[in-house]
């Protein structure tokens, strides 16, 4: 049984800086790709980042340069680290594992996911 829970969310305000965190079990992040999704409130569930398992990424052209996504292949857990917050990035956060060593933006590649957590930006 795959499990993902994610942490790390919270309130904060314009321009700050948050690191999201998803630990894995039944599912080695060294094996798959990994991916980050954001949903909020009346929008259309979105992709934000994902993370091969070799390593390679790509990212939403809406977080382009501020988020970052990583791994640490040996705690099997992903990670978001999210700078220069914007009131438009507040969401639920969800991560989720690929069905293959690399996932795409397109969330039907992914099939396990955690609970979400709740990132809200104030302005």
């Known amino acids: 049984q795959v499990h993902l829970v994610e942490s790390g969310g919270g309130l904060v305000r314009t321009g700050g800086s948050l690191r999201l965190s998803c630990a894995a079990s039944?599912?080695?992040?060294?094996?798959?790709?990994m991916g980050w999704f954001r949903q909020a409130p009346g929008k259309e569930r979105e992709f934000v980042a994902r993370?091969?398992?070799?390593?390679?990424?790509e990212y939403g052209d809406s977080v382009k340069g501020r988020f970052t996504i990583s791994k640490d292949n040996a705690k099997d857990t992903l990670y978001l680290q999210m700078n220069s917050l914007k009131p438009e990035d507040t969401a639920v956060y969800y991560c989720?594992?690929?069905?293959?060593?690399?996932?795409?933006?397109?969330?039907?590649?992914?099939?396990?996911w955690g609970q979400g957590t709740q990132v809200t930006v104030s302005s």
């Open positions: 993370i091969s398992s070799i390593g390679g990424s």
């Open positions: 989720a594992t690929a069905r293959y060593y690399s996932g795409t933006s397109n969330a039907r590649d992914y099939d396990y």
């Open positions: 039944g599912r080695t992040v060294a094996d798959y790709g």
